[in-house]
Protein backbone atom coordinates (compact mmCIF):
# COMPACT_ATOMS: atom_id res chain seq x y z
CA UNK A 1 0.00 0.00 0.00
CA UNK A 2 2.54 2.42 0.92
CA UNK A 3 4.63 1.35 -2.49
CA UNK A 4 1.54 2.39 -4.34
CA UNK A 5 1.20 5.44 -2.59
CA UNK A 6 4.98 6.35 -3.24
CA UNK A 7 4.76 5.77 -6.49
CA UNK A 8 1.07 7.86 -7.16
CA UNK A 9 2.85 10.50 -5.70
CA UNK A 10 5.92 10.30 -7.48
CA UNK A 11 3.99 10.22 -10.26
CA UNK A 12 1.96 12.94 -10.12
CA UNK A 13 4.81 15.09 -8.64
CA UNK A 14 6.84 14.95 -12.17
CA UNK A 15 4.47 14.55 -14.34
CA UNK A 16 2.88 18.17 -14.28
CA UNK A 17 6.16 19.45 -14.95
CA UNK A 18 6.61 17.37 -17.83
CA UNK A 19 3.01 18.50 -18.82
CA UNK A 20 4.09 22.19 -18.33
CA UNK A 21 6.91 21.35 -20.31
CA UNK A 22 4.94 19.58 -23.33
CA UNK A 23 1.70 21.71 -23.70
CA UNK A 24 3.52 25.21 -22.77
CA UNK A 25 2.87 27.46 -19.63
CA UNK A 26 -0.83 28.47 -19.90
CA UNK A 27 -2.24 25.19 -20.26
CA UNK A 28 -0.80 23.83 -17.01
CA UNK A 29 -1.71 27.14 -15.60
CA UNK A 30 -5.33 26.90 -16.18
CA UNK A 31 -4.99 23.66 -14.99
CA UNK A 32 -3.37 24.62 -11.84
CA UNK A 33 -5.99 27.09 -10.92
CA UNK A 34 -8.84 24.54 -11.61
CA UNK A 35 -6.45 22.08 -8.84
CA UNK A 36 -6.22 25.09 -6.30
CA UNK A 37 -9.62 25.95 -6.40
CA UNK A 38 -10.70 22.41 -5.97
CA UNK A 39 -7.97 21.81 -3.15
CA UNK A 40 -9.77 24.48 -1.42
CA UNK A 41 -13.31 23.68 -1.67
CA UNK A 42 -12.18 19.77 -0.35
CA UNK A 43 -10.62 21.09 2.18
CA UNK A 44 -13.78 23.25 3.10
CA UNK A 45 -16.44 20.70 2.31
CA UNK A 46 -14.39 17.55 3.99
CA UNK A 47 -15.03 18.45 7.83
CA UNK A 48 -18.56 18.51 7.74
CA UNK A 49 -19.10 15.84 5.49
CA UNK A 50 -16.95 13.56 7.56
CA UNK A 51 -19.61 15.20 10.71
CA UNK A 52 -22.76 13.90 8.82
CA UNK A 53 -21.94 11.33 6.32
CA UNK A 54 -18.65 9.17 7.80
CA UNK A 55 -17.43 6.49 6.00
CA UNK A 56 -16.09 5.13 8.33
CA UNK A 57 -18.59 4.27 11.13
CA UNK A 58 -16.90 5.20 14.76
CA UNK A 59 -13.61 6.02 13.55
CA UNK A 60 -12.07 9.19 14.37
CA UNK A 61 -13.17 12.28 13.08
CA UNK A 62 -9.39 12.84 11.07
CA UNK A 63 -9.92 9.79 9.72
CA UNK A 64 -13.63 10.36 8.06
CA UNK A 65 -12.19 13.60 7.77
CA UNK A 66 -9.23 12.27 4.81
CA UNK A 67 -11.85 9.85 3.63
CA UNK A 68 -13.64 12.70 2.32
CA UNK A 69 -10.63 14.72 1.08
CA UNK A 70 -9.68 11.19 -0.71
CA UNK A 71 -13.06 11.27 -1.73
CA UNK A 72 -13.63 14.68 -3.53
CA UNK A 73 -10.24 15.57 -4.52
CA UNK A 74 -9.33 12.64 -6.76
CA UNK A 75 -12.37 13.50 -9.19
CA UNK A 76 -11.85 16.93 -8.82
CA UNK A 77 -8.05 16.46 -9.73
CA UNK A 78 -8.91 14.30 -12.57
CA UNK A 79 -11.45 17.13 -13.47
CA UNK A 80 -9.31 19.74 -13.81
CA UNK A 81 -7.26 18.43 -17.22
CA UNK A 82 -10.25 18.55 -19.05
CA UNK A 83 -11.63 22.19 -17.46
CA UNK A 84 -8.16 23.64 -17.66
CA UNK A 85 -7.60 22.63 -20.77
CA UNK A 86 -11.24 24.06 -22.34
CA UNK A 87 -10.27 27.41 -20.40
CA UNK A 88 -6.84 27.55 -22.24
CA UNK A 89 -8.72 27.85 -25.32
CA UNK A 90 -9.98 31.37 -23.96
CA UNK A 91 -6.74 32.46 -22.53
CA UNK A 92 -4.80 32.20 -25.65
CA UNK A 93 -1.87 33.97 -24.21
CA UNK A 94 1.82 32.82 -24.32
CA UNK A 95 5.26 33.89 -22.63
CA UNK A 96 7.18 32.55 -25.54
CA UNK A 97 10.66 33.18 -25.07
CA UNK A 98 10.07 31.16 -21.58
CA UNK A 99 7.24 28.98 -22.50
CA UNK A 100 8.88 25.44 -21.55
CA UNK A 101 10.52 27.09 -18.55
CA UNK A 102 7.96 28.87 -17.57
CA UNK A 103 5.82 25.28 -17.80
CA UNK A 104 7.58 23.59 -15.86
CA UNK A 105 7.57 25.65 -12.65
CA UNK A 106 4.29 25.91 -12.66
CA UNK A 107 3.69 22.48 -13.33
CA UNK A 108 6.56 21.75 -10.47
CA UNK A 109 4.47 24.44 -8.03
CA UNK A 110 0.86 22.69 -9.00
CA UNK A 111 2.40 19.30 -8.32
CA UNK A 112 3.66 20.28 -5.05
CA UNK A 113 -0.15 21.67 -3.81
CA UNK A 114 -1.52 18.26 -5.41
CA UNK A 115 0.67 15.92 -3.49
CA UNK A 116 0.64 17.82 -0.32
CA UNK A 117 -3.42 17.39 -0.27
CA UNK A 118 -3.26 13.55 -1.65
CA UNK A 119 -0.49 12.85 0.98
CA UNK A 120 -2.17 14.67 3.82
CA UNK A 121 -5.47 12.70 3.40
CA UNK A 122 -3.96 9.62 3.11
CA UNK A 123 -2.23 10.24 6.08
CA UNK A 124 -5.43 11.22 7.51
CA UNK A 125 -7.21 8.02 6.87
CA UNK A 126 -4.20 5.63 8.17
CA UNK A 127 -5.41 4.20 11.16
CA UNK A 128 -2.71 1.39 11.44
CA UNK A 129 -0.14 2.73 13.40
CA UNK A 130 2.85 1.09 10.88
CA UNK A 131 1.08 2.65 7.69
CA UNK A 132 0.72 6.10 9.59
CA UNK A 133 4.60 6.17 10.71
CA UNK A 134 4.96 4.86 7.34
CA UNK A 135 4.09 7.69 6.02
CA UNK A 136 4.81 10.07 7.95
CA UNK A 137 7.95 9.89 8.85
CA UNK A 138 9.60 7.56 5.80
CA UNK A 139 8.23 8.51 2.56
CA UNK A 140 10.50 11.01 1.04
CA UNK A 141 7.66 12.92 -1.20
CA UNK A 142 5.87 14.19 2.01
CA UNK A 143 8.98 15.37 3.42
CA UNK A 144 9.80 16.98 0.37
CA UNK A 145 6.35 18.63 -0.07
CA UNK A 146 6.44 19.99 3.66
CA UNK A 147 9.35 21.80 3.25
CA UNK A 148 8.22 25.36 4.03
CA UNK A 149 11.34 27.32 3.61
CA UNK A 150 15.27 27.88 4.03
CA UNK A 151 14.59 26.47 7.65
CA UNK A 152 12.62 23.90 7.12
CA UNK A 153 15.57 22.46 4.26
CA UNK A 154 18.14 22.81 6.76
CA UNK A 155 16.41 20.85 9.26
CA UNK A 156 15.73 18.46 6.82
CA UNK A 157 19.05 18.00 5.58
CA UNK A 158 20.47 17.67 9.17
CA UNK A 159 18.01 15.23 9.82
CA UNK A 160 18.50 13.32 6.93
CA UNK A 161 22.57 13.85 7.81
CA UNK A 162 21.50 12.43 10.70
CA UNK A 163 19.85 9.13 10.05
CA UNK A 164 22.79 8.41 7.80
CA UNK A 165 25.70 8.50 9.82
CA UNK A 166 27.29 5.30 10.46
CA UNK A 167 29.09 5.65 13.72
CA UNK A 168 28.84 4.92 16.93
CA UNK A 169 25.77 7.74 18.60
Known sequence: MVLFINLMAWAVLLSLPLFGIRRGSTPIFCIGLYIVLFSILASVFAPTLADTLPPVIGADPAVNTGWWLLILFIPLFAASFPLG?????FLAHSFEPFEEILGMFIGLMVGFIAVRILLGAVSMCATES????????LF???QMVALDG????QQWFSN?????ELGPP
Not at 150 to 153: R, V
Open 160 to 164: LNQAT
Open 85 to 89: LFLNR
Open 130 to 137: QLHAAIDH
Open 150 to 153: FHGM
Open 140 to 142: LVR
